[in-house]
């Protein structure tokens, strides 16, 4: 059976409900929001659950939300007025562990979000993301290695680009991550939110988005590989990594990248018997 028609309970067997769901209350500022997501972002899950009263989910908060809205709206009223009910995607999704792997990510697909809940033992919910599926890519037994993985286009910036110019990239490509014009360092949204809330102070008294990045970012750095590996030894690196994204040759790896190549019919997973 290839690995993309087993379960997530088969695929993830002891951690499959090990990543609690960071949850922020419908009736929060936004500045509450962005300062959640500034930590958790990429190094532990993907996304906020919007919860009710009663702490029932009803949405998801991430920064492609920060982003948009800063975009149109890049004032210190956004952080400071707006609550987080107002900027959910109501769009959550809820699985059960016996969801096919192949399923999970048909629906990511439609979202363009690697990031679900799943009901767990305590009586509340965990969260499975991109960064959780690089542990089934880690265990993974195949011959498929990041030179076959398909191409996509590296979207690039300058230094000297403003940072709306960024932003509107970022959102024009649908990406959460630019790379700097024949370098190996990025921008990314995490770095974004977290730039605005520890040295903008949320716009207060402050013009952000005409300002160039080389004033004002201190930029992250990919990790540049030369060796042609397979998916399990890239799969362990990015997982290993606080904020995963990896140069090789003229390809950007990020965990979306991996987590489509799991459906490919060349992969088992270590442990199970071929069928």
């Not at 409900?17 to 509450?32: D, F, G, L, Q």
């Not at 520890?198 to 060796?227: G, H």
């Amino acid at each position: 059976m290839p690995i993309y028609n087993q379960s997530l309970k088969e695929l993830l067997p002891l951690s499959l409900s090990s990543t609690p769901a960071v949850s922020i209350r419908k009736e929060n500022k936004m500045w509450i929001a962005t300062c959640m997501l500034m930590h958790y972002l990429e190094s532990f899950t993907d996304s906020l659950v919007v919860t009710e009263e009663d702490e029932k989910p009803i949405g998801v908060i991430g920064g492609k939300e920060i982003i948009e809205n800063i975009f149109e709206n890049p004032s210190s009223d956004f952080f400071d007025k707006i609550i987080v009910e107002q900027v959910t995607d109501k769009n959550l999704i809820i699985i059960s562990e016996e969801i096919k792997l192949t399923e999970l990510l048909e629906k990511w697909k439609q979202t363009r979000r690697a990031f679900s809940i799943i009901p767990n033992n305590l009586g509340g919910y965990s969260a499975i993301s991109g960064r959780k599926l690089l542990e089934i890519g880690a265990n993974c037994i195949t011959d498929v290695t990041i030179s076959e993985l398909p191409k996509k286009e590296i979207i690039t910036f300058s230094r000297y680009d403003t940072i709306k110019d960024v932003m509107s990239l970022m959102l024009q490509k649908n990406t959460r991550k630019l790379l700097l014009k024949n370098t190996n360092n990025f921008i990314s949204d995490r770095l974004i939110i977290q730039t605005i809330a520890q040295k903008f102070d949320f716009f207060r008294n402050v013009k952000f988005l005409d300002q160039s990045v080389a004033d004002s970012f201190n930029l992250e750095e990919a990790k540049k590989i030369s060796k042609d590996m397979n998916l399990a030894e890239i799969s362990k690196i990015m997982y290993g990594m606080v904020h995963p994204y990896i140069i090789f040759q003229d390809q950007a790896i990020t965990p979306w990248d991996i987590c489509i190549a799991l459906q490919s019919d060349k992969i088992e997973l270590a442990g199970k018997e071929t069928r």
